[in-house]
């Protein structure tokens, strides 16, 4: 039986705990399981454009699918970066593109050449990779506290968001709110949660 939290806070300090926990080793194995579920999905085959995050501290990693990406050619590859209090989303060419930013996390440069925007959203298939730090079989995601997805899926209501975890984040059930944006997947190494 999962104890009720007092707190979002210690909900999210209790499962990242759990996911800090992994060795560096289990997380790469476990994130290459998630990769191939993530490649197997349709919305991901058929996407022309993907948004992905750049692993941060013990998050599912993403680096490699990156590099995979890049290489392949096949689809349009863009990362996030942090300005003010919103995340924009530019596309990148190479991880040289990428420079320490935001709480160290690697970042594009911001050229406005390269900047995701809505007409792109509404006219291909997008596909947008998603962090975080708490999620539930409902598809509910509880993030780091500073709500930069949740505002960026409200405001690109036609990408398609899969959130990448591990199962040591999966609880019973995560607090919403009513500006909280489920995602459309959730992918851990052994489920896809629709």
């Not at 999210?12 to 399981?33: Q, T, W």
């Not at 050619?73 to 530019?90: C, L, S, T």
């Not at 006219?123 to 999620?135: E, Q, T």
């Not at 997805?149 to 990408?159: G, H």
Request: hydrophobic share 35%; charged share 30%; net charge neutral.
């Amino acid at each position: 039986m999962e104890k009720a939290y007092s707190t979002k806070q210690e909900l999210r300090g209790r499962y990242l705990s759990y996911r800090n926990e992994l060795s560096a080793g289990a997380r790469k194995e476990k994130s290459e399981k998630i990769w191939n579920l993530l490649k197997k999905q349709g919305v991901y085959q058929k996407a022309e454009a993907v948004l992905v995050y750049l692993n941060y501290r013990s998050e599912v990693i993403t680096t490699g699918l990156v590099e995979e990406l890049l290489c392949s050619g096949e689809k349009r590859v863009f990362a996030p970066k942090v300005e003010g209090m919103d995340i924009r989303f530019y596309e990148i060419l190479s991880l040289v593109d990428l420079t320490e930013g935001y709480q160290g996390i690697r970042e594009p440069k911001a050229d406005e050449q390269r900047l995701f925007t809505q007409e792109l959203s509404q006219n291909a298939a997008c596909l947008v990779l998603v962090p975080g730090a708490v999620f539930d079989r409902q598809r509910g995601r509880m993030g780091y506290g500073k709500g930069f997805y949740d505002r960026y899926l409200a405001a690109f209501p036609d990408l398609t968001s899969v959130a990448l975890a591990f199962d040591c984040q999966i609880a019973k059930k995560v607090p919403e709110e009513s500006h909280d944006k489920k995602t459309d997947m959730i992918i851990t190494e052994t489920t896809v949660i629709y």
